[in-house]
């Protein structure tokens, strides 16, 4: 206890003498030991720094989460003598609120890692868990155990959350129920539900938080990937639809998100580079829905820095990319001491103003807006933004209140750090159903986390939607490519290999060349790995009509490609995944969405689209053992066609001097070394997709059939092109008509129909 008295005198001592001499005081590190722990320090000893203890999983810093190095050279809260800093052991919210059950074991406390099970009185019937274990981060695993008797109510019993108590026992129509939590736990959700007509409770179940109870990243995931599709779609039932939904976005209502990140000083560098990664890989998954909101992006403390602001997408074609730069190439000022949070809702107000000034009341009523802020809510500047907030939704209700408006604003709150203020930010969340109060430990893995909200089950129809990096783990190539199949045709004793693309849940489109004459469906094995059985069997298949490889041999083509397409459609239908999906193809409503082309689009802007340079960067993939790999070509278009078909004249089998007879114009052309040394195709490759990614979408724009010239090994693989050598692949859209004729088929009840634009 000596030193301890010692060491306060010596730095008050220490402080004084730099006040003197212009100099701030800094901290010392002396009784800052944390025991079990460590800590660390947000800049060293100044003034300002935060000093942030650390725990092993399943422990939380006790008595203080971080302390402040203030400018006497102190730390706030200064440690106290009798309650020495260590690292407490997880503790989870009382279980033994369940009703009419009971709880085994009965404790007082329980910990992390204790398990509990439930059971009912005779004659009630339990939902939810009926076993669950106390997780590292102060949560229950499983769902809140129920027992309850069918007693005729509307509503089902709601149950009571670990750690809550709750009012309301009638469970009718607009019947309401409450809940608080008790002792020094805090609610995170509804705080009150009430019985609806379709037999539901509003809002969402609510939890009892310690301030050491942390959201997962996948609880946030679902959690707030559900809420913002939710904000960025309206699910439409369509009838002949097998998914039974399908994503609609409100076409004339303009989406406005508004994005703020906390960069006070009590955050720190690395804070921010995953913040910011956290905000491109947000706005980029945002991107990959068929909408285009604009977007408010700042970064504050006391001050604010605008990086993105909502009035330039008004006259300027805002671009994806240029939103990322802009965020990336923020760079934090020095001066940045303070928290401003009002700051932040009152420029949000002001550029909602401007909007309803610039469109009007009439159109504004269709502006939805969603405000997504991320901060530790220690404001200390500019007042509580609770006013701000107040005024904001006043504005988009328009002065109504009740679910009919609230859907137009939705306020998210991510706290994050290591010592939040929850009872400041909690009220300024708005929005109707979904949690909107997330509560992280760090940033840092947040990207993944938004990364993830595109994998659920509303997303799984859009055609083209992939994994544009390594995800890890053995399915990783198949997520990249999810719509890739392995194509085995066993003949005669003779196995030929081909790959093809996933168009539709039950057809995948391939070479017709892969067939020949005289092979049956039972002769050939798709391979497909969905999760529910890699191979597939074929049900039937269609090649082209107009394929026939003799048609010009009096014209002195050996083999004639044209029309080299066939679609082999499944026994049964693959399970849409994030490892097993459709690519998107020429002239269907879903390419036209996931081009983003808005209102009536034809199959000529798509092409002008896809293949608008005359030099085209594609590509197709080849099979390299049990995996698949990249080629990069170029399609050779307008004036550059000529030159690359010409090289058709010296593949073998080719006696005429006309390079169109063998190559039509249903034909697009790649390879050679000019002005790109292109990648060739090899025999394996055969019906396989050339394609082109549109952000996060795969569309298919033709399909490998024939080279002229086999510079391969037998085993394949990615191999360049020479200087003659060249590629030649049906361009699709010059084949939509048998397209449409089988996948846009809706004069039958086998499988969903693709839309397909009507020119
Ligand atoms: C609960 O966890 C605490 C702390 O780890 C432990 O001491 C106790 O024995 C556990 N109780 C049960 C019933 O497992
Ligand atoms: C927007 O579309 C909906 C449904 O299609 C329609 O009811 C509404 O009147 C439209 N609003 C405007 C402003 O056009
Ligand atoms: C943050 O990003 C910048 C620029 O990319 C980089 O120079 C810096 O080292 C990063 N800082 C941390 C702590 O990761
Ligand atoms: C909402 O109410 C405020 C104050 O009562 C009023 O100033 C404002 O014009 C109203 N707004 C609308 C859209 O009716």
């Known amino acids: 206890m000596g030193i301890s008295v010692h060491w306060s005198w010596l730095a008050a001592l220490s402080c004084l003498l730099c006040m003197g001499g212009e100099v701030r005081c800094e901290c010392t590190e002396t009784n800052m030991q944390i025991e079990g722990g460590d800590y660390k320090l947000t800049k060293q000893l100044k003034a300002g720094s935060m000093l942030v ?48 059950g009971n709880v085994s074991p009965p404790q007082e406390k329980y910990f992390v890692d204790n398990e509990t099970t439930y059971e009912c009185y005779s004659g009630y019937t339990m939902r939810g868990s ?54 020094n736990l805090f609610l995170v959700g509804s705080k ?60 004339n209502g303009t989406l406005n998100i508004y994005i703020a990140v906390d960069i006070s000083e009590s955050i720190t560098e690395k804070h921010i580079n995953d913040s910011k990664k956290a905000i491109t890989t947000l706005i980029s998954k945002i991107s990959a829905f068929s909408v285009n909101p604009n977007y408010e992006i700042l970064f504050f403390s006391s001050d604010m820095f605008e990086v993105v602001n909502i009035v330039d997408f008004w006259d300027q074609d805002m671009v994806l990319s240029t939103i990322k730069d802009r965020v990336n190439n923020f760079v934090v000022g020095d001066k940045n001491t303070g928290t401003n949070l009002n700051q932040v ?64 604003l939705d306020i998210y709150i991510f706290a994050i750090g290591e010592e939040l203020f929850d009872e400041d930010l909690k009220p300024l969340t708005a929005g109707i159903g979904d949690k909107h109060y997330f509560r992280m430990k760090d940033v840092e893995n947040l990207h993944e986390t938004f990364d993830s909200i595109i994998d659920e089950e509303d997303v799984k129809g859009l055609c083209g939607l992939h994994k544009d990096y390594d995800t890890g783990g053995k399915d990783s190539k198949r997520k990249r490519y999810p719509w890739v199949a392995f194509i085995i045709v066993q003949k005669d004793g003779i196995s030929k290999k081909c790959l093809g693309s996933l168009v539709s849940p039950d057809f995948v489109l391939t070479a017709a060349h892969c ?27 269609k090649t082209h009509d107009n394929y026939d490889i003799n048609a010009k041999v009096e014209e002195k083509v050996k083999e004639f490609y044209d029309y080299d397409v066939a679609l082999l459609q499944l026994e049964k239908p693959v399970v849409i995944s994030t490892a097993a999906r459709p690519i998107c193809i020429p002239c269907t409503k879903e390419t036209s969405e996931a081009l983003k082309l808005v209102g009536a689009s034809t199959c000529k802007q798509q092409e002008q689209l896809l293949l608008k340079t005359h030099l085209e960067k594609l590509t197709f993939l080849t099979r390299t053992s049990n995996t698949v790999n990249e080629k990069d070509v170029h399609a050779k278009l307008g004036e550059n066609r000529g030159e690359c078909i010409r090289h058709a004249l010296s593949a073998p089998g080719i006696d005429t001097d006309n390079p169109e007879v063998p190559v039509t114009e249903n034909f697009l052309c790649t390879g050679g070394r000019n002005p790109y040394r292109d990648h060739i195709s090899c025999p394996g490759d055969s019906g396989g997709a050339v394609f082109k990614n549109y952000e996060h979408r795969t569309i298919q724009v033709a399909l490998v059939s024939w080279g002229s010239k086999n510079l391969c090994t037998s085993s394949g693989g990615v191999v360049e092109s020479d200087d003659t050598s060249r590629d030649f692949h049906i361009n699709l859209f010059r084949v939509v008509p048998f397209l449409k004729s089988v996948l846009g088929n809706d004069d039958q009840d086998e499988y969903a129909p693709l839309e397909f634009l009507e020119i």
């Open 345 to 408: 809702f009152r420029t949000f107000e002001e550029r909602m103003g401007l909007i309803k000034e610039r469109v009007g009341e009439e159109a504004f009523k269709e502006h939805r807006h969603v405000i997504i802020i991320f901060t530790d809510g220690a404001y200390n500047m500019g007042g509580s933004p609770v006013y701000s907030v107040k005024r904001i939704k006043n504005m988009v209700y328009m002065n109504n209140t009740g679910p009919s408006r609230e859907e137009y």
């Open 515 to 541: 067939f020949p004459f005289g092979t049956l469906p039972e002769n050939i094995i798709v391979e497909i790995d969905d999760g529910d059985g890699k191979v597939k069997k074929v049900k039937t298949f």
């Open 53 to 100: 203890y650390n725990c092993p999983e399943g422990y939380y810093p006790y008595p203080a989460m971080t302390r402040l190095c203030q400018p006497s050279g102190s730390w706030r809260p200064a440690p106290k003598r009798f309650t020495p800093q260590r690292c407490r052991i997880v503790e989870c919210p009382d279980p033994s609120v369940l009703e009419y």
């Open 192 to 251: 009150e539900r009430v019985c609806q007509e379709n037999g539901q409770w509003s809002g969402k179940e609510p939890a009892c938080y310690y301030k050491h109870t942390y959201d997962t990243s996948l609880e946030v995931s679902e959690a707030f990937g559900s809420a913002i599709k939710n904000s960025l779609t309206t699910l439409e039932p369509t009838g002949d639809i097998q998914e039974g939904r399908k994503i609609r976005v409100s076409k």
């Open 130 to 183: 009926s076993s669950r274990v106390c997780l590292p981060n102060g949560k229950w695993s499983g769902s809140t155990p129920i027992c309850s008797r069918d007693s005729g109510d509307h509503c089902a019993d709601p149950g009571i959350p670990a750690g809550a108590s709750r009012t309301g026992n009638i469970f009718g129509i607009d019947d309401t129920v409450r809940y608080s939590c008790n002792g």
